[in-house]
């Protein structure tokens, strides 16, 4: 059976091809998809979602916007990396994928109660909605599979020395995930480094010669353009659809068992993901951390994905 999931994004170049993964995978059942601000602000991330959706012809997956901004802190966005309406570097398409009246919370909750199965929350953005869901919707927990997110480090951070993007935007948001008893597995930037965009994946992606990978060509161009700037990576990290890719074929990554704590209060280190990758502390595990991604399965699965799309 495909595997049901719910994709909670901030699109983001990276954000759309996981979508995208998920939209054209067998093995997925794309159920809602809802947004966050993020890499921008909600108004842009949820146009996108609109956009990613309407240049794939992706139908019949509802669409809700979020929250606006996370839990306590103010909005800190990524223009460095994903321009300044967080999907730079091509022309966007009038949307003719509609928004969803709800919520995305409200989105969520009816996902969850219409479905006879466990669903799979996949957020590749900060964890503002989902922590938001843990507070005020116990009830349709039981109902959540697992969590898979895009988020954290077991190393070094992309904002700060030790805090990854989405977990700086909202670690109290983290912080109510890790406690929630949920089974939560961290997509961080230890593996997704690994998923490096090279020239060759782009020529893969430009043959499949459909107007998905037309647009998705550009979109890689341009955030290898904005890494190398921001970085000093040519060949930039396409981090989001690992979540999606472990979901549709678990073998496309190896990972360890761990306890994570999320630092909420540190002044340098706020949003640091603490993973206690050597059981120093001795606490229960809370965590699944892949750690090593099967690089040619992954891109074989984009490249697939894209290739069922319009
Ligand atoms: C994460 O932050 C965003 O810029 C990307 O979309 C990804 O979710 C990487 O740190
Ligand atoms: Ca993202």
């Not at 969803?100 to 929350?121: C, F, G, K, Q, Y």
């Not at 964890?127 to 997110?149: A, D, S």
Request: aromatic content about 4%; proline content about 7%; hydrophobic content about 45%.
């Amino acid at each position: 059976m495909a595997v049901p999931i719910i994709i909670d994004c901030d699109p983001g170049h990276d954000d759309v091809l996981a979508i995208w993964l998920a939209a054209g995978n067998p093995d997925i059942d794309l159920r809602a998809i809802t947004t966050v601000a993020g890499n921008g602000s909600l108004e842009h991330t949820t146009l996108n979602a609109r956009v990613a959706t309407t240049v794939a012809a992706i139908a019949g997956v509802p669409i809700a916007a979020g929250a606006a901004g996370p839990l306590t802190r103010k909005l800190r966005t990524a223009p460095h990396i994903h321009g300044d309406n967080a999907l730079g570097g091509v022309e966007l398409p009038e949307p003719t994928t509609p928004l969803d009246p709800r919520t995305a919370i409200e989105l969520i909750v009816d996902t969850l109660n219409s479905s006879t199965e466990t669903v799979t929350l996949v957020p590749t953005g900060p964890l503002t909605n989902i922590g938001q869901l843990i507070q005020e919707h116990p009830e349709v927990l039981p109902k959540v599979e697992r969590i898979v997110w895009m988020g954290g480090s077991t190393t070094r951070g992309n904002m700060t020395a030790y805090a990854e993007f989405n977990a700086w935007v909202d670690p109290e948001a983290i912080d109510i995930v890790v406690k929630s008893g949920i089974p939560f597995t961290m997509v961080g930037l230890n593996i997704t480094h690994q998923a490096l965009i090279t020239q060759d994946v782009i020529e893969r992606i430009a043959a499949i010669g459909n107007q998905t990978s037309a647009f998705g060509v550009q979109l890689l161009r341009f955030f290898n353009s904005t890494y190398e700037a921001a970085e000093g990576m040519s060949d930039g990290p396409l981090h989001d659809p690992i979540t999606v890719a472990l979901l549709a074929d678990p073998n496309v990554v190896e990972s360890i068992e761990s306890h994570i704590d999320v630092e909420v209060n540190g002044t340098y280190t706020a949003g640091a993901t603490c993973i206690d990758i050597h059981d120093m502390l001795g606490q229960p595990n809370n965590v699944t951390v892949p750690i090593r991604l099967n690089v040619d399965r992954y891109w074989d699965l984009i490249v697939d994905a894209i290739a069922h799309l319009r």
